[in-house]
């Protein structure tokens, strides 16, 4: 382990975090809200920790691959940490603890609450809560890649790390070249959503609060009823639209850059994606109507809205699903787990290695039936290499461990089980609200703290993926070998 090179490059990602905070600041000085000492506080803290950090010289600054993963582990601890300030400083949130909750639910697009209300907060508050979403969306780390590209050598060992999916491809020869191209994809799409959200009616404002929640697929809302609380059909079809694009894989958008329009449809798991979106949608819209709904396009409406915002793992709602036949909420349950597709903002395991999983399961089954043949999992017409599949079940097995070890721990509290289970769910899949007491209309507030800190490191497993937090307790990683 290289630590002068992992603390250096920590110290210039807290130094970055202090200038995104700078456009909280200033929302909070326009609005001449109470907040503006607990972001000033915040930033001077930041810029002294960071810059003392940045200051130490390594003499190898080669960035080794257990490097890059605790930068990565350690840098979302870090940010989490002291995101939580401006909430705690200004009182906003009392307890640092269900501070430290709404910050590290923000980074890491999750969306899970443990505010009761939250239209009387402070603006600049507001803002910065919802603009963590947007600065994690894309990965804060990636990000930090395209603002300072020379912050090590081999960097994509950090890229890896940090971005969702089985595998991270360069689009471009040069790292920080890539992490440029995907920020400057998701800002363009972004201000699309925001120039569309201010013709339908919405402030500038409410406009940005909710295409950064949209964007980074986490669902804060400066409204208690969430997107619900506008009653457009208009804004409703707008961000349905965004939450399924931001979904998507961004590589796509940089092939349709290039004019290569047929790579959508090429592309296996973008295939499956729309097709889990639309069935889902399907399924949801006849078991909800007339049981719900008097009319077929207001069950339409609502569950393409709620089907996009759960399998996205964004988190906003229109409406109150726990109301909804049991039927729709199993497929709500199943696209929690089921999530987005790898290299886009959205959580859960990924299209593509449910995908790869069902080929692996087909494989055996041929191989039964057919003991002396020959095949290979492929994958856009590809044979998959054993190393990825192993992966794959790896991150299976991590997963599903992670989850149920979760679930006894939070079980402790005695509350029941369909709360439980859904909480663990909806914290390690990023998605925000589950069902019953965590459902759209509540939230997590009555959670002991060890619940909490369980959950909170749920949020952080799935935004990373597993790997890169659990290594952070095996002794050997810490070891002075470098790998």
């Known amino acids: ?59 190898d600054k080669h960035l080794y691959t257990r490097d890059g993963f605790a930068i990565v582990g350690l840098g979302w601890l870090l940010i989490s940490f002291f995101g939580a300030f401006p ?15 709404e910050s590290i639910s923000g980074f890491t697009t999750t969306g899970a609450s443990i505010l009761k209300e939250i239209e009387s907060l402070p603006k600049g508050i507001l803002f910065w809560r919802s603009f963590t979403h947007w600065i994690g969306g894309m990965g804060v780390l990636v990000l930090t890649l395209a603002i300072l590209p020379s912050v090590g050598a081999r960097t994509l060992h950090i890229m890896r790390a940090e971005s969702p999916g089985p595998t991270t491809e360069k689009l471009v020869p040069r790292m920080g070249q890539t992490a440029k ?62 939450m399924f694009a931001f979904g998507v894989n961004f590589a796509l958008y940089y092939q349709l850059l290039k004019g290569n329009v047929k790579a959508f449809w090429k592309d296996e798991e973008f295939r499956f994606y729309l097709g889990a979106f639309s069935v889902s949608i399907l399924l949801v819209t006849l078991n909800i109507f007339r049981n719900i709904y008097p009319t077929f396009g207001e069950a339409l409406r609502f569950a393409a809205f709620q089907v996009s915002s759960i399998m996205t793992t964004t988190g906003y709602a229109t409406t109150d699903f726990n109301l909804w036949p049991q039927f729709s909420k199993m497929i709500l349950i199943v696209l929690m787990f089921l999530g987005a597709s790898a290299g886009s903002t959205g959580g859960g395991m990924k299209g593509i290695r449910i995908l790869l999983l069902f080929k692996m399961i087909k494989k055996e089954v041929v191989k039964l039936i057919h003991p002396h043949s020959v ?109």
């Open 87 to 101: 909430f705690f400083i200004s009182q906003s949130i009392p307890s640092f603890m269900d501070a430290f909750f």
């Open 181 to 242: 191209i995907l920020y400057g994809i998701y800002f363009m799409i972004t201000a699309v959503e925001v120039v569309l959200l201010l013709t339908a009616g919405l402030s500038f404002y409410d406009a940005l609060i909710h295409a950064f929640g949209t964007a980074g697929t986490g669902g804060f809302s400066n409204k208690n009823a969430s997107v619900g609380a506008y009653h457009s059909v208009y804004v409703d079809a707008i961000i349905t639209f965004f």
């Open 375 to 483: 095949s290979s999992v492929r994958m856009g017409g590809k044979a998959v290499n054993q190393e990825t599949l192993s992966g794959v079940m790896a991150f299976f097995y991590m997963y599903i461990f992670v989850f149920v070890f979760s679930v006894l721990v939070v079980s402790l509290d005695g509350y029941d089980m369909v709360t439980t289970v859904s909480a663990v769910i909806a914290t390690i899949g990023n998605i925000g609200p589950g069902l019953e007491m965590v459902g759209p209309t509540g939230n997590y507030a009555a959670f002991s703290v060890l619940s909490k800190i369980v959950l909170s490191i749920c949020m952080v497993v799935g935004r990373l993926e597993v790997f890169p937090v659990l290594l952070l307790f095996a002794p050997s990683f810490w070891k002075r070998v470098n790998i």
């Open 1 to 59: 382990m290289n630590f002068k090179t992992v603390f250096r490059s920590l110290g210039i990602v807290l130094i970055c975090e202090a200038v995104f905070m700078l456009p909280s600041l200033i929302v909070a000085m326009i609005y001449r809200g109470h907040d503006i000492a607990s972001f000033l506080i915040t930033i001077l803290i930041l810029l002294l920790v960071g810059l003392a950090m940045a200051r130490i010289r390594p003499s």
